[in-house]
C-alpha cells in the first residue's frame, strides 16, 4: 500500500513561483511512474507532468511545458513540481497520483488509467 501527500500549494499572483511536493510512503514509490495531475472547476482532470521510476524520462502538457519543471529524490519518496511563470489558468486542484507497477511515463487523456494510488490535492490558486 502506498499513502500520498502533497503540500506546497497556495495563493500567489500571475508570474510567481510556487513549488509542489508528493511525500509518498512504501517501498513500492521508487519502482512507480509518479504524475501531478490537475482539475479546475468545471474542467476534466488533465495530466500535467510525470516522472519515470530513475527519472530519466519526464513529459509535461503543451500548456506547461517550459514553466513547470519535475524531479524526484527517491532517497526521500518525493516528487517535486516546480512551477515557475504562473498563470491564472493555472489555478486548480493539483494531485500527484503513483502510477501501477511497469506504467510507462504519460501524460495523454488516457493517463489517469494508469494510476494505482492517488494524494488527497492540493491547491493552487493564481490571481491575475
Known amino acids: 500500500q502506498v499513502q500520498v501527500v502533497e503540500s506546497g500549494g497556495g495563493s500567489v499572483q500571475a508570474g510567481g513561483s510556487l513549488r509542489l511536493s508528493c511525500a509518498a510512503s512504501?517501498?513500492?514509490?521508487?519502482?512507480?511512474?509518479v504524475t501531478w495531475f490537475r482539475q479546475a472547476p468545471g474542467k476534466q482532470r488533465e495530466g500535467v507532468s510525470c516522472?519515470?521510476?530513475?527519472?530519466?524520462?519526464?513529459d509535461s502538457a503543451e500548456s506547461v511545458k517550459g514553466r513547470f519543471t519535475i524531479s524526484r529524490d527517491n532517497a526521500k519518496n518525493t516528487v517535486y513540481l516546480q512551477m515557475n511563470s504562473l498563470k491564472s489558468e493555472d489555478t486548480a486542484m493539483y494531485y500527484c497520483a503513483v502510477y501501477k507497477y511497469g506504467e510507462p511515463c504519460r501524460v495523454g487523456p488516457d493517463a489517469g488509467e494508469s494510476v494505482g494510488y492517488w494524494g488527497q490535492g492540493t491547491q493552487v490558486t493564481v490571481a491575475s
Open positions: 516522472i519515470s521510476p530513475g527519472g530519466a524520462i519526464m
Open positions: 512504501g517501498p513500492p514509490f521508487i519502482t512507480r511512474t
